[in-house]
Structures are given as structure tokens and as C-alpha cells.
């Protein structure tokens, strides 16, 4: 069973950067799906981005291309969100998801197709 846990969210001002880190732990190795989703007060959760490991094909909601990118330290097992210029609606739980032996699908992740899910970790973009 994977385990993923997350880390890296903290308070930052508006216009400020962050990176958030997976570890996925107990990963089979080659292509595993590995992907971003948060969720914010009151609202659904949302596919943010997602990369199939050992590949670098990888997907961001095209509503954040510009500010947000994806990247992975296969030797580590984890994977990375950077987010840059980050405003309030920012603000959220930041979930990691994976699911093993498969690649991602086009476009922004979508939770059906996830088979394990980290803790979170809050990101709060505030002045």
C-alpha cells in the first residue's frame, strides 16, 4: 500500500511562492500517476496538476499554467508543486494522490481515477 505525505504548505502574502512535496513511500517502481488536487473553504475538491513519474509527461488545470508548475525527483519517490504569484483563492487543503502502474489522463486530474490520497497540507495566501 502506498503511503503519501505531504509537506511544504504555510502561510504566505499574495504575490508570494511556495513548494509543496509528496513523498510517495512503498511506490512500485516505472510509470506511476502522481498528482495535486486542493480543495478550498466550502468548495469541491479540484484537480490541480499531474505527472506520470519516469516520464515527465505531465498536466496543469489550465487555469494555472502560468503560476504553477510540476516536477519529480524519481531517485526520491517525490514529487513537487511549485506556485508562484499566489493569490487568496489560493488558499486551501492540498491533497497528493496517486494511482500506481498507470499513466495520468490528458487535462486536469480527476479524482475517480485516483487510488490513494495523503493527508493534505493547508496552503493560506493572505495578507
Known amino acids: 500500500q502506498v503511503e503519501l505525505v505531504e509537506s511544504g504548505g504555510n502561510w504566505v502574502r499574495p504575490g508570494g511562492s511556495l513548494r509543496l512535496s509528496c513523498e510517495a513511500r512503498r511506490s512500485p517502481a516505472g510509470i506511476n500517476c502522481m498528482a495535486w488536487f486542493r480543495q478550498a473553504p466550502g468548495k469541491e475538491r479540484e484537480g490541480v496538476a499531474s505527472?506520470?513519474?519516469?516520464?515527465?509527461?505531465?498536466n496543469i488545470a489550465a487555469s494555472l499554467k502560468d503560476r504553477f508548475a510540476i516536477s519529480e525527483d524519481n531517485a526520491k519517490k517525490t514529487v513537487y508543486l511549485q506556485m508562484s504569484n499566489l493569490k487568496p483563492e489560493d488558499t486551501g487543503v492540498y491533497y497528493c494522490?496517486?494511482?500506481?502502474?498507470?499513466?495520468?489522463?490528458?487535462?486536469?486530474?480527476?479524482?475517480?481515477?485516483?487510488?490513494?490520497w495523503g493527508e493534505g497540507t493547508q496552503v493560506t495566501v493572505s495578507a
Open positions: 494522490a496517486t494511482r500506481p502502474g498507470s499513466y495520468c489522463r490528458r487535462g486536469a486530474p480527476e479524482e475517480s481515477f485516483m487510488k490513494s
Open positions: 505527472i506520470a513519474t519516469t516520464t515527465e509527461y505531465s
